[in-house]
């Protein structure tokens, strides 16, 4: 895997060494990357750097590096890998060409926003995963952004929910670069933290691993609702 030089910040080169950790197959520094989150930063205090800024739609566009990654339609690649029979790498045209679902759902950020009926074009896990085949000891989906150290992860199940998507497409046009260009989760039951943007690489795991914000304190199940964030 590709290791990106070190951003300025001094939360985000702990973030990226517990993600890239766990994406490797080392476990063991997320165990202890938990509780000594909760103790050095509670998680009230980190959420107002987030806010790049508010569209008039009611998108907030949340990142965690200084820039945004750029879709280049012609080398942009995305990898499945993991415990899967066959791992497979599709182009930007394989994606778009397997099984197209749509869907208009609600978008809810853990912090309190939401937008209303968001257009959706993409494709199911279920439809992405078929061609690499998950072996029957797979449980769960990592997910791993091009935003480095950005990811996050859904059991099979939740993954497999009837409009969870890995979204191309918002409302009738590609996914925008500061939406995640050119695709990203799309889970509305789930709080926003769970939505990953500018995916990369989708590793199939047999347990599903804490992510940005569940190394920072929120909950992995991030339902909406019933889980740890505001108002909830
Ligand atoms: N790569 C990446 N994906 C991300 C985030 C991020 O900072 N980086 N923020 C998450 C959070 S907390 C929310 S609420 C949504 C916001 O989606 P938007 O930026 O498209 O509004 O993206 C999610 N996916
Ligand atoms: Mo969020």
């Not at 107002?48 to 990142?63: A, D, E, H, K, M």
């Not at 935003?147 to 992860?153: Q, T």
Request: hydrophobic share 40%.
């Amino acid at each position: 895997m590709r290791i990106e030089p070190t951003p300025d910040s001094d939360l985000r080169p702990y973030g990226r060494r517990a993600f890239l950790a766990l994406v490797g197959g080392g476990l063991s520094s997320l165990l202890w990357a938990r509780p000594l989150w909760r103790l050095i930063s509670p998680v009230t205090e980190l959420l107002p750097s987030q806010v790049r800024n508010v569209l008039p739609s009611g998108w907030r566009i949340y990142t965690v590096a200084a820039t945004m990654p750029v879709f280049d339609p012609q080398r942009w690649r995305l990898r499945i890998d993991g415990l899967v029979a066959r791992p497979l790498t599709l182009t930007y045209a394989e994606l778009r060409a397997l099984p197209r679902a749509e869907q208009t759902s609600d978008f809810h950020c853990v912090t309190g926003w939401s937008v209303k009926n968001v257009h959706w074009a993409g494709v199911r896990f279920r439809d992405l995963l078929a061609a690499a085949r998950p072996q029957p000891s797979a449980r769960a989906l990592t997910f791993v952004s091009a935003e480095r150290p950005y990811g996050d992860s859904l059991t099979l199940e939740e993954a497999y929910l009837k409009d969870a998507m890995l979204a191309y497409e918002m409302d009738g046009k590609p996914l925008p670069r500061p939406h995640g260009a050119p695709a990203r989760v799309v889970i509305p039951e789930m709080y926003g933290y769970k939505n990953v943007k500018w995916v990369e690489r989708i590793v199939v795991t047999d347990r599903p691993l804490d992510g940005y914000w569940e190394l920072r304190g929120y909950d992995r199940d991030a339902w909406v609702g019933h889980s740890n964030g505001y108002g909830a």
